[in-house]
């Protein structure tokens, strides 16, 4: 008890600052937290809008276009009902590179580091692509008859044009906004396909060969040609792909990016592009 007493006269007899001091060494953790600046992020939110460039390969697939136009030209004959000479695959897949240019406009809004957005994407360009060609000849028989066939078909597609309707997600670090997105595509193509089946209907049994008037006279020569086409066709698709933005000032960034786009088909034709490109833009 009289250490207490001893102790409490000591303090008492301190001046009140020394008092203070004592308190604030021997009892620092009664301060509570430490205040520390905001936290800072660059600014993304907002409309923006810009420019673009690109250099796309557009692959298109030709190898089930001809069966509509081959089975309407022999829609009556028993070559096509047993034979099923329309599902013959006369062309196949291709591709072509081509540049391209555009804009595009949209809206971004910011939690903190993430960015959610909304984007309108547009871009002409003018990929002309030519199918290869791969004529089949068969002899067949059909309805009691032998056929001598050869099925030849052409195609081209070309794309002029096509604008995406965005979705956008990406977190910021620093200066730089790397981002994922995923869209619906809306585009133009124009497209022309051709068929033509020709051949020698041989009633002959059993089959004369070579089939000719002249040692067959019952021998019949035969050719079918057809053919479709369209322009200012609308495409529709979905795309998905990703980039990233950078802030060269406060309201204007650099873009870089890589997209792929799978459009539905079209008169059975079949086609996609994988796309690289850059463009800059404003932050309004």
Same mark, same amino acid.
């Given at each position: 008890m009289r250490w207490v007493v001893i102790r409490a006269l000591v303090i008492l007899a301190l001046p009140s600052g020394a008092f203070a001091a004592d308190l604030s060494g021997d009892f620092d953790v009664l301060r509570g937290t430490q205040p520390v600046g905001p936290a800072r992020f660059a600014n993304w939110a907002g409309f923006y809008g810009g420019g673009q460039f690109s250099y796309g390969d557009a692959n298109v697939n030709f190898s089930n276009a001809t069966q509509p136009l081959v089975a309407f030209s022999l829609r009556e004959l028993a070559l096509e009902s047993e034979d099923s000479v329309s599902q013959w695959q006369v062309l196949g897949k291709t591709g072509q590179d081509a540049i391209g240019y555009g804009g595009f406009f949209g809206y971004n809004m910011q939690w903190q580091d993430m960015i959610l957005g909304v984007e309108l994407n547009y871009t002409h360009?003018?990929?002309?692509?030519?199918?290869?060609?791969?004529?089949?000849?068969?002899?067949?028989?059909? @309805?009691?008859?032998?056929?001598?066939?050869?099925?030849?078909?052409?195609?081209?597609?070309?794309?002029?044009?096509?604008?995406?309707?965005?979705?956008?997600?990406?977190?910021?670090?620093?200066?730089?906004?790397?981002?994922?997105?995923?869209?619906?595509?809306?585009?133009?193509?124009?497209?022309?396909?051709?068929?033509?089946?020709?051949?020698?209907?041989?009633?002959?049994?059993?089959?004369?060969?070579?089939?000719?008037?002249?040692?067959?006279?019952?021998?019949?020569?035969?050719?079918?040609?057809?053919?479709?086409?369209?322009?200012?066709?609308?495409?529709?698709?979905?795309?998905? @792909? @990703?980039?990233?933005?950078?802030?060269?000032?406060?309201?204007?960034?650099?873009?870089?990016?890589?997209?792929?786009?799978?459009?539905?088909?079209?008169?059975?034709?079949?086609?996609?592009?994988?796309?690289?490109?850059?463009?800059?833009?404003?932050?309004?």
């Open positions: 360009t003018a990929m002309k692509v030519v199918s290869s060609q791969t004529p089949i000849s068969r002899m067949t028989s059909a @309805g009691g008859d032998t056929y001598d066939v050869t099925v030849n078909g052409s195609g081209t597609f070309n794309i002029t044009d096509f604008v995406q309707l965005r979705a956008r997600a990406g977190w910021i670090f620093d200066k730089y906004l790397p981002y994922g997105f995923a869209g619906f595509v809306l585009g133009r193509a124009n497209y022309n396909l051709s068929t033509l089946v020709s051949g020698q209907q041989n009633p002959s049994t059993p089959p004369v060969v070579p089939c000719n008037t002249v040692i067959a006279p019952s021998c019949v020569d035969f050719s079918f040609a057809n053919s479709a086409a369209e322009s200012n066709a609308l495409l529709y698709g979905i795309s998905a @792909g @990703g980039g990233i933005d950078v802030a060269l000032t406060p309201n204007i960034f650099g873009r870089a990016e890589l997209e792929y786009i799978q459009f539905a088909p079209i008169s059975h034709i079949v086609s996609s592009i994988a796309s690289a490109r850059v463009g800059a833009g404003i932050k309004f």
